[in-house]
């Protein structure tokens, strides 16, 4: 079972590399958002993952208040953010 966790440990961390650099590269800020909450997703994973396999459950609530950190996060930034110059 241990290379279960290794595998899915090792996709996240891959695409949260990917993430990274497209956030990082990103043209216009929508695109920057997009990438840090696909990031702050892929933490949340991790997190899951790390829940699964280690059956300690004092991760979950931190859990749930990072999905809604995110969630209002995101929305804010969408409601006020200013248009790119292209």
């Known amino acids: 079972m241990s290379i279960v966790w290794t595998i899915s440990a090792t996709l996240l961390l891959s695409a949260s590399l990917l993430t990274l650099y497209r956030a990082l590269r990103g043209p216009t800020t929508l695109d920057r958002l997009v990438g840090i909450d696909t990031l702050i997703a892929l933490v949340i994973c991790g997190l899951a993952v790390w829940v699964a396999a280690t ?32």
């Open 55 to 86: 059956f300690d459950t004092t991760i979950v609530p931190s859990i749930v208040a990072l999905s809604l950190v995110s969630f209002i996060g995101s929305i804010s930034v969408a409601r006020f953010r200013v248009r790119d110059d292209e």
